[in-house]
């Protein structure tokens, strides 16, 4: 009965954390531009947005170490090197985003205020939160997540109920591939391999738990939470679609999340989405600057000091960044994500394989190929559209944004053929 609860507790937690800004903007502004072709990106935005990252949280239940155990199999250092770029990528862009967000959407409307005093404001709070980061499980799931999702199930509702809405027809609408890189933008299977260490953390404080306990949990908590995370995306998505035919077409996306808020709840609106925005932002960079600062005191021996010095240099990076629009941040996270999400995602689907398929050789061909075909799409991004080009008149598949896959997919199963071919026998001269 206790793992039962604490079952639910948790996926409410791991449903907060993953559920932030970006959660809150993209899925309507998707559905938006997509009008009636909304269930493939819905689609495309699911594997990214929701099954990555639950795949992420079940490899961590498999391994309940810390988020070095992702990459170890290519080699100690490299698991430094790639765990160090993926927490500063995680405090630089997605953690300053939540208070930008919150500052545009929830603070600047209603009060005379710079974006700095939100910003520290902000950060102070999630300081205190992670420096008593013993209760985050309890805060979390308990008091943030369901006002969070009465507000979503609310919206959504009333706008699908709505006899005056209805999706555009448009000639040449996006398709699952932007659906997949909108669900990029998301973080959420960054999150995973973040938000998923603290969670392992968070239950060694629970007395009484083994590994299997905590392995069955976090499993079934992270089903739990994908299961919520795939209506809710689907629902915001279809609002957002219902609404194509409805708003103005230059909407941007915090345009259209304020629109659809105010379309579904009336003047009394802008009550619901500062607070959903507050909550839903807080509860993710609570997540990301806990994962960090229990990242960098693994580092140094398990000092307290470190944690504390971590928190707190995340916590004013997170002030000085956030003074940045939401939309200048995404676009600025594109290259980013493009360099680092493929290796997450393929360390996220080998841990989830069997052990005997993925030995320390072939995680290293498999990561190696990642990188070497990632460059081309970060090129692509940064403003060196030749690369791109190149790659793709040199591959005989669609690679745009995602030259990286075939190749990744041939030398894993070209390992598994080299491993699994039986041993010569040929006569020994010799014998």
Known sequence: MRNTKLTLLTSFALFSLF???????????????????????????????????????????????SMLDFANKVSPVFSIVFCSVVYLIAVCLPSPRTASLTHEMAVAPYLDVDSLVTSSLYFSAVFLFVIFRSQILDLIGRFLTPFILIILCLVI???????????????????ISEGILEGYQTYDAMGAVVVGAVIIISLNFK?????????????????????????????????????????????????????????????????????????????????????????????????????RITAASSCLAGVLIGQLEVGIIIDIGIPALLFIYPLIITFILLHNLPSRWTDHLTFRAVTFTVLLFSVPDVLGAIGFPWASELMSSLTPWDSTDFTWVVPALVVFLLMQIKKNRPESHLPNRFS
């Not at 509702?157 to 398709?175: L, Q, R």
């Not at 629902?235 to 808020?261: K, V």
Request: net charge positive; glycine share 12%.
């Open 19 to 65: 559920f932030g800004a970006g959660n809150i903007i993209l899925p309507p502004y998707l559905g938006f531009t997509s009008g009636n072709n909304w269930p493939l990106v819905t689609l495309g935005f699911i594997i990214t947005a929701v099954i990555i990252p639950i795949l992420g949280i079940r490899a961590h239940a498999k391994l309940q170490g």
């Open 157 to 175: 509702a009333m706008v699908a109920a709505h006899p005056e809405v209805f999706p555009a027809i448009f000639s040449a609408p996006p398709g």
């Open 207 to 307: 007395p009484g738990l083994d590994y299997l306990d905590r392995k069955r949990i976090i499993s079934r908590a992270g089903i739990l939470a994908g299961l919520g995370l795939c209506l809710i995306y689907a629902g915001l998505i279809y609002s957002g679609a219902l609404l194509s035919g409805t708003f103005d077409p230059t909407l941007d996306r915090s345009g259209i999340l304020n629109a659809m808020i105010l379309f579904a709840l009336g003047t009394k609106g802008h009550i619901f989405l500062a607070v959903l925005i507050a909550l839903a932002c807080f509860s993710t960079t609570v997540g990301i600057v806990t994962g960090a600062s229990d990242y960098v005191r693994g580092l140094f021996k398990d000092r307290v000091a470190a944690y």
